[in-house]
């Protein structure tokens, strides 16, 4: 069994920054792809960002590029969120996700879909403007 713990939200200014992080139980960390969501009030879930098992390739959605950047490191298993100059419109609930069987191309696919193996409990970002 995989468990995913999301931290790091909390309520933060127009420009500032914020890391979340994402830890992940298990031994078998480095098999998963890990992509990271979103969920606004009377939205849908999101994708946001993945990060391939490596953490050699990341794949981003469009309104968030050059403002947020995933990563990992597979000796803490954790997976991480920078965003920097949030905008009011980044405000939702973030969850962390993972996926494990597939080629990179394919999972990034279906992970825009939601397709998931596990996911976390999510942690609330509020940008105020």
């Known amino acids: 069994q995989v468990q995913l713990v999301e931290s790091g939200g909390g309520l933060v200014q127009a420009g500032d920054s914020l890391k979340l992080s994402c830890t992940v139980s298990g031994r078998t960390f480095s098999s998963y792809v890990i992509g990271w969501f979103r969920q606004a009030p009377g939205k849908e879930r999101e994708f946001v960002a993945a990060?391939?098992?490596?953490?050699?390739?990341?794949y981003y959605t469009d309104s968030v590029k050059g403002r947020f950047t995933i990563s990992r490191d597979n000796a803490k298993n954790t997976v991480y969120l920078q965003m920097n100059s949030l905008k009011p419109e980044d405000t939702a609930v973030y969850y962390c996700a993972a996926r494990r069987d597939g080629t990179w191309t394919y999972i990034v696919h279906i992970l825009k879909r939601g397709e998931c193996d596990y996911w976390g409990q999510g942690t609330q970002v509020t940008v105020s403007s």
């Open positions: 990060v391939s098992r490596s953490g050699g390739n990341t």
